[in-house]
């Protein structure tokens, strides 16, 4: 069974800031997505904040297995239906990889529900990224840290939800610490945020980091069937309860009818 | 020390349906504000849609430690500046009890970032809560399980996310099972969701409901200072680091530049 | 890649009691390990409390995969050393399946660290599995209930740790609530509670259980290298530090000395 | 209403180290029972591994509301017994904290059912603690960070189950990241586990741990009448079911008869 993944990437700093251009000549997006594609059973492609709904179609996620989300400078430029969009589907089942500065992307606010902020320093530091949860399959094939010598520095109190999984905590240079892979689950969708990548440094061409990727692709895959209606709050109604009951006292609604949103 | 605890309701059903005006003279939001003011060191006062702002204005919010939330008919008559405020309180520590249909309610949406449908029936049959997490503080009196007579069924799969605990499940006599009672933080701010309370039921007048009400307002309650500004993601600069650190390689943000967002 | 599964039984009530006899001539445990090998790639055999060290060699151990574990009348018969060496395989990255009345079992309750108590009756009641958790792997290809018409009644408040997720809650005729499908991890080792499965029932014949079983066994399948030393605590000598530190200040431990324990 | 708390300290290096004597000359245990003392509303106490019973006899338990656990080079010494009288007292409601090498004391790994291990480095370099859940009672009065100048380092990966919340993380000088504090609950008792207090350094002299100490003294209280039989599964006959229900098929055990354990 192949893994169907995007790698949606805003596409700004690539062509606006040569560090990030010459570093990553066809994108960050593509970059990541040629990483993906070097994994068995992964095809991944990518879609841009540029390309007509930003190229996350409604039958476009429906077909994708796996969302890996890049975003920075132009969070605000995201559509609020193509969010909503994005959120439905995770829903439904498909995987959801929130990258580095994706914290404060909208579709990544939207499904932790909380404010995501943290402390930030861009100083070429060095960071080393521990393995907390033994043997997750994450942190398949990966020793229990790894260091990235540049960096920009995110430190907490980072403003997520308790996640249910922590596999990583950063140590920086300067003096930070950061939880750096959190697992979620929103609906059907598995949710993977991994703090490593900003745009001026080498970060997606680092061995390790992309041994993070493609394990977080499969992990995050769900290969059950995507859920049709997410959001339906259907009514039982009562003479088809599972046990026999008689309807008593006063009522709201009518027979059929929809309940309130 | 007193807690401010604002009870927030739709108000709609108390004005337009004789049953739930006839159990509820005062309106559901009165009737759970005095439920709370029976306890030692709290003041509840109460804040319904049809107010200006709807009764959550910023200094109000400011003010409270804890808000309740109840609503059904008119979810989308809520102004989405004020979901925002409200959320945002959350974030900054202010307590938040979501009762009963405000499972849909768009401040608790916001707050989950799961879709938080579920399945419903409503026919006045038995439900009895089943207390799950031994000698929690939201069940403080409270016996291993009590029973409402007649109360509108939920349904499993219920779509939010793990919380940090369960605290009760619920038995209906249909054939169904829910999570009635579950504890979630959001920033630094304390969750609570209660499944009971159909409007055309009595169930804010049973007394183990009351009990729960009553010991959620103090759980809920965090004594801490406010956060000022919950969505800061401030910028510690290369020479305030707090180990000794140089400055490498090529950097996107100019000094004293503010992060995106 | 074969998932190695054991399925260890007590097989006491196999020999003893007619009803259990009859339903299961080869015993819960080849039941079970009959089901298991029906999957594609899940090769299963079998242990049993009367085996010399009740099938469950340190040998054996280190070969198995995923170990599924029943007992109910003997939990007292199990030697304290086996029972310490499971532990280990677990925290190792073993993983572990604990059916129905081994929430008592000596391996579950030190993997627990909780009382793991809970009400019961047996009175081959309707018991009905609601799905908590969408689109699980363990619920793959299921509804969202199924029934049992005859099991025996495990009731809520169940005394082990809050779960990393809630995958499945009972409805009991006799008006209990249980949850019926817990995950866990502990050290590497991920671990699944499964409820149903009362010996004098046909339980593991049930289509539905089955599924839940094979879908367990992958889930709680760890591919990654079982960790060879899962307790030790290394010392890392000051001059290896990844950081050059100097040494300051008294010190307790001589170099290369071991850690206490 | 007056929180008892017991320090239980091993007294072992502060009998045979001079380093250790001159920095707690009335012992660890009694620092810390003085720190918690200065608090309004408790009264603490102090028990040692050398007394009858290592002072934790079942009255005295009976009447602690939350015990402290400070432990190094003696874990092996203390009586089985005592432990289980430790364990079930936790799951009967009493509080627990273990301190910084009670990460292996056996009551803590008995509590965690993991291997509790972790890499360590006794150089004095510094340790700073991070507050990753904003105004979690815990960390009340403190700001976002603190730091040790001198402190033994502990690093990932920890063996200890998800916790339900991780409330501090610590950055080490030589390198490496530990998640310092941890809250879990087991049975009807809180548990918080905090990183610092190697003995040769005056950690508990730190105005910053006090402060987390007495913090935690309140947190990991619980009011609740403490639970009189937490290992307790009763049968509840049939004709006591809550709804009405008939036995149906055979059975295994007797009217009356207890469970199995």
Redesign the interface.
Known sequence: MTINAVVWGENV?EQT?K??ADLYPKGMHQAIADCLNAADGVNATTATLQEPEHGLTKERLAQTDVLFWWG?????DVADEVVERVV?AV?S?MGFVALH?AH?AKPFL??????C?????????RE?L??????H?IA?GLP??FELE?EE?Y?????V??P???VF?????????F?SGLT?????GNIFYFRPG????PTYHDANVQTVLRNAVKWAH???RR?AN?????????DQ???P?????????KDGEE???
Not at 130 to 135: A, D, G, K, P, Y
């Open positions: 700093h800031n560090v990030v920075h400078a132009a969070h605000g439905e829903w089942g500065s404060f939207r499904l932790m529900g909380g404010p902020n943290l402390t930030w320093r861009e100083a070429g530091e080393r521990w393995l907390t949860s033994r043997n399959p398949a229990d840290y540049n520095m430190g907490e109190p980072f403003g939800p308790e249910l999984e922590t905590i950063s140590w920086f240079q300067g003096g930070e610490v939880r979620y689950k929103r609906g059907a900003h745009e001026t440094y769900n290969p059950a859920i997410p959001t339906d709050a259907p009514n039982t109604p009562v309860a599972l046990e009951i008689e309807e008593r006292g006063p009522r709201l609604h309940g309130y949103r």
